[in-house]
Protein backbone atom coordinates (compact mmCIF):
# COMPACT_ATOMS: atom_id res chain seq x y z
CA UNK A 1 0.00 0.00 0.00
CA UNK A 2 1.14 3.34 -0.97
CA UNK A 3 1.73 5.10 2.30
CA UNK A 4 3.69 7.64 4.40
CA UNK A 5 4.01 7.61 8.23
CA UNK A 6 5.19 10.58 10.15
CA UNK A 7 7.15 10.15 13.74
CA UNK A 8 8.93 12.36 15.87
CA UNK A 9 6.43 15.04 17.01
CA UNK A 10 6.30 15.78 20.82
CA UNK A 11 6.10 18.74 23.42
CA UNK A 12 9.40 21.03 23.33
CA UNK A 13 9.92 24.37 24.93
CA UNK A 14 10.49 27.44 23.03
CA UNK A 15 14.13 27.24 22.06
CA UNK A 16 14.34 23.52 21.44
CA UNK A 17 14.95 20.93 18.60
CA UNK A 18 12.61 18.32 17.26
CA UNK A 19 13.41 15.96 14.36
CA UNK A 20 10.52 14.50 12.35
CA UNK A 21 10.61 12.06 10.47
CA UNK A 22 8.23 10.35 7.18
CA UNK A 23 8.57 7.05 5.77
CA UNK A 24 7.98 6.02 2.39
CA UNK A 25 6.83 2.48 1.25
CA UNK A 26 5.19 0.98 -2.22
CA UNK A 27 6.50 3.95 -4.33
CA UNK A 28 9.57 5.24 -5.71
CA UNK A 29 10.93 7.47 -2.93
CA UNK A 30 14.22 8.08 -4.44
CA UNK A 31 12.92 9.18 -7.62
CA UNK A 32 9.96 11.80 -5.78
CA UNK A 33 10.15 15.40 -4.80
CA UNK A 34 8.72 15.31 -0.89
CA UNK A 35 7.47 18.23 1.03
CA UNK A 36 6.33 19.24 4.37
CA UNK A 37 3.30 20.99 4.78
CA UNK A 38 2.08 21.89 8.27
CA UNK A 39 -1.43 22.89 10.03
CA UNK A 40 -1.71 25.07 13.27
CA UNK A 41 -4.66 24.28 15.26
CA UNK A 42 -7.81 25.59 14.03
CA UNK A 43 -6.10 26.88 10.95
CA UNK A 44 -5.20 26.09 7.58
CA UNK A 45 -2.74 24.73 5.11
CA UNK A 46 1.02 26.31 5.66
CA UNK A 47 3.56 24.76 2.61
CA UNK A 48 7.28 24.67 5.34
CA UNK A 49 9.49 23.12 3.02
CA UNK A 50 10.79 20.91 -0.57
CA UNK A 51 13.34 18.80 -1.32
CA UNK A 52 14.37 17.16 -4.67
CA UNK A 53 14.78 13.27 -5.15
CA UNK A 54 18.70 13.46 -4.82
CA UNK A 55 18.65 16.16 -1.77
CA UNK A 56 20.43 18.59 -3.78
CA UNK A 57 17.72 21.04 -4.07
CA UNK A 58 15.99 22.46 -1.38
CA UNK A 59 13.20 25.43 -0.36
CA UNK A 60 11.89 26.39 2.87
CA UNK A 61 9.27 29.15 3.36
CA UNK A 62 10.70 32.54 5.29
CA UNK A 63 9.26 31.99 8.63
CA UNK A 64 11.86 28.93 8.40
CA UNK A 65 14.62 29.86 6.67
CA UNK A 66 17.67 29.12 8.92
CA UNK A 67 15.81 27.24 11.52
CA UNK A 68 14.42 24.10 9.83
CA UNK A 69 16.11 21.95 7.62
CA UNK A 70 15.04 18.81 5.12
CA UNK A 71 16.42 16.44 3.93
CA UNK A 72 16.03 12.60 3.12
CA UNK A 73 17.79 9.02 2.81
CA UNK A 74 16.66 7.51 -0.34
CA UNK A 75 18.29 3.89 1.05
CA UNK A 76 16.05 4.01 4.21
CA UNK A 77 13.12 5.51 2.01
CA UNK A 78 13.15 8.48 4.77
CA UNK A 79 12.30 12.24 4.71
CA UNK A 80 13.08 14.34 7.89
CA UNK A 81 12.70 18.22 8.82
CA UNK A 82 15.41 18.87 11.98
CA UNK A 83 13.65 22.24 13.34
CA UNK A 84 15.48 23.97 15.74
CA UNK A 85 14.94 27.03 17.55
CA UNK A 86 11.90 26.38 17.60
CA UNK A 87 8.50 29.07 18.86
CA UNK A 88 5.07 29.25 19.78
CA UNK A 89 3.99 29.81 16.35
CA UNK A 90 5.60 26.54 14.95
CA UNK A 91 3.02 24.24 17.08
CA UNK A 92 1.35 22.58 14.56
CA UNK A 93 0.39 19.40 12.52
CA UNK A 94 2.94 18.55 10.28
CA UNK A 95 2.06 16.15 7.39
CA UNK A 96 4.83 15.40 4.48
CA UNK A 97 3.78 14.46 0.77
CA UNK A 98 4.72 13.47 -2.10
CA UNK A 99 4.90 16.54 -4.76
CA UNK A 100 5.16 14.42 -8.32
CA UNK A 101 4.74 18.01 -9.93
CA UNK A 102 5.11 21.51 -8.66
CA UNK A 103 3.04 21.78 -5.50
CA UNK A 104 0.04 18.82 -6.52
CA UNK A 105 0.88 16.83 -3.30
CA UNK A 106 -0.68 13.43 -4.50
CA UNK A 107 0.39 11.43 -1.09
CA UNK A 108 -0.03 12.75 2.68
CA UNK A 109 0.91 11.09 5.37
CA UNK A 110 -1.34 11.10 8.84
CA UNK A 111 0.50 14.28 10.11
CA UNK A 112 2.42 14.33 13.23
CA UNK A 113 1.92 16.72 16.31
CA UNK A 114 4.28 19.47 17.13
CA UNK A 115 3.39 21.89 20.33
CA UNK A 116 6.33 24.09 21.35
CA UNK A 117 4.83 25.32 24.63
CA UNK A 118 6.95 25.55 28.63
CA UNK B 1 4.74 35.46 -2.00
CA UNK B 2 2.25 34.19 -4.01
CA UNK B 3 -0.83 35.18 -2.49
CA UNK B 4 -3.85 32.79 -2.89
CA UNK B 5 -6.91 34.19 -1.68
CA UNK B 6 -10.45 32.46 -1.55
CA UNK B 7 -13.94 33.29 -1.52
CA UNK B 8 -16.34 32.21 -0.32
CA UNK B 9 -14.54 31.19 3.11
CA UNK B 10 -17.66 29.28 4.34
CA UNK B 11 -20.79 27.89 1.80
CA UNK B 12 -23.87 26.20 3.16
CA UNK B 13 -25.28 24.03 -0.14
CA UNK B 14 -28.20 22.04 0.02
CA UNK B 15 -27.93 18.87 -1.52
CA UNK B 16 -28.29 18.06 -5.18
CA UNK B 17 -27.35 22.23 -5.90
CA UNK B 18 -24.04 23.37 -7.22
CA UNK B 19 -21.23 25.19 -5.44
CA UNK B 20 -18.34 26.96 -6.28
CA UNK B 21 -15.57 28.00 -5.01
CA UNK B 22 -13.10 30.74 -6.37
CA UNK B 23 -9.20 31.55 -5.80
CA UNK B 24 -7.13 34.26 -7.14
CA UNK B 25 -3.68 34.51 -6.50
CA UNK B 26 -1.54 37.95 -6.26
CA UNK B 27 0.11 37.82 -9.60
CA UNK B 28 0.61 35.26 -12.00
CA UNK B 29 0.89 31.15 -11.24
CA UNK B 30 1.74 30.71 -14.99
CA UNK B 31 5.25 28.59 -15.26
CA UNK B 32 8.07 29.49 -17.48
CA UNK B 33 7.25 26.13 -19.02
CA UNK B 34 3.55 27.15 -19.68
CA UNK B 35 1.66 25.47 -17.69
CA UNK B 36 0.03 26.56 -14.50
CA UNK B 37 0.28 24.50 -11.53
CA UNK B 38 -2.72 25.17 -9.80
CA UNK B 39 -4.43 22.30 -7.75
CA UNK B 40 -7.45 21.83 -5.39
CA UNK B 41 -7.32 19.76 -2.47
CA UNK B 42 -10.47 18.49 0.03
CA UNK B 43 -9.51 17.55 3.87
CA UNK B 44 -12.36 16.24 6.16
CA UNK B 45 -12.40 16.64 9.68
CA UNK B 46 -9.55 15.03 11.20
CA UNK B 47 -8.09 13.62 7.90
CA UNK B 48 -5.05 14.65 6.22
CA UNK B 49 -6.13 16.82 2.79
CA UNK B 50 -6.61 14.81 -0.28
CA UNK B 51 -6.07 16.41 -3.95
CA UNK B 52 -8.90 16.81 -6.06
CA UNK B 53 -7.57 18.67 -9.16
CA UNK B 54 -4.48 19.60 -10.59
CA UNK B 55 -2.72 21.89 -13.04
CA UNK B 56 -6.22 23.92 -12.82
CA UNK B 57 -8.36 21.32 -14.38
CA UNK B 58 -7.32 17.63 -14.37
CA UNK B 59 -9.17 15.53 -12.32
CA UNK B 60 -7.35 13.04 -9.82
CA UNK B 61 -8.37 8.84 -10.99
CA UNK B 62 -11.59 8.30 -8.51
CA UNK B 63 -12.56 12.04 -7.88
CA UNK B 64 -16.36 11.95 -9.11
CA UNK B 65 -16.66 14.16 -12.55
CA UNK B 66 -19.18 16.53 -10.36
CA UNK B 67 -16.10 18.13 -9.48
CA UNK B 68 -14.40 20.53 -11.86
CA UNK B 69 -11.50 23.13 -12.05
CA UNK B 70 -11.21 25.96 -14.80
CA UNK B 71 -9.45 29.28 -14.78
CA UNK B 72 -6.33 31.01 -15.94
CA UNK B 73 -3.66 33.41 -14.94
CA UNK B 74 -4.51 34.25 -11.78
CA UNK B 75 -8.07 33.54 -11.43
CA UNK B 76 -9.71 30.11 -10.63
CA UNK B 77 -12.73 28.16 -9.95
CA UNK B 78 -13.58 24.93 -8.36
CA UNK B 79 -17.27 23.83 -9.13
CA UNK B 80 -19.00 21.25 -7.66
CA UNK B 81 -22.65 20.18 -10.21
CA UNK B 82 -24.57 18.37 -7.69
CA UNK B 83 -22.78 18.35 -3.94
CA UNK B 84 -23.01 15.30 -2.01
CA UNK B 85 -23.24 14.79 1.31
CA UNK B 86 -19.57 13.30 0.96
CA UNK B 87 -18.45 16.78 -0.35
CA UNK B 88 -18.44 18.58 3.18
CA UNK B 89 -15.29 19.85 4.83
CA UNK B 90 -12.36 22.18 3.70
CA UNK B 91 -11.24 23.22 0.07
CA UNK B 92 -7.77 24.89 -0.51
CA UNK B 93 -6.00 25.92 -3.59
CA UNK B 94 -2.80 25.79 -4.19
CA UNK B 95 -0.58 27.10 -6.38
CA UNK B 96 3.12 25.08 -6.91
CA UNK B 97 4.24 27.79 -9.59
CA UNK B 98 6.52 29.96 -7.60
CA UNK B 99 8.54 29.20 -4.44
CA UNK B 100 7.05 28.88 -1.36
CA UNK B 101 4.78 27.40 -2.62
CA UNK B 102 1.41 28.72 -0.82
CA UNK B 103 -2.18 28.12 0.00
CA UNK B 104 -5.31 29.86 0.11
CA UNK B 105 -7.21 30.28 3.58
CA UNK B 106 -9.93 27.25 2.76
CA UNK B 107 -13.34 27.20 2.25
CA UNK B 108 -15.39 25.42 4.58
CA UNK B 109 -18.34 23.68 2.41
CA UNK B 110 -21.31 22.49 5.25
CA UNK B 111 -23.93 20.64 3.76
CA UNK B 112 -27.67 22.31 4.60
Known amino acids: EVQLVESGGGLVQPGGSLRLSCAAS????????MAWVRQAPGKGLEWVAI????????AYVDSVKGRFTVSRDNAKNSLFLQMNSLRAEDTAVYYC???????????WGQGTMVTVSS | DVVMTQSPLSLSVTLGQPASISCRSSQSVVYSDGNTYLSWFLQRPGQSPRRLIY???DRDSGVPDRFSGSGSGTDFTLKISSVEAEDFGVYYCMQGSHWPNTFGQGTKLEIK
Open chain 1, 51 to 58: VNPDGSER
Open chain 1, 26 to 33: AFPFSRSW
Open chain 1, 97 to 107: GRDPEFGAIDI
Open chain 2, 55 to 57: KIS
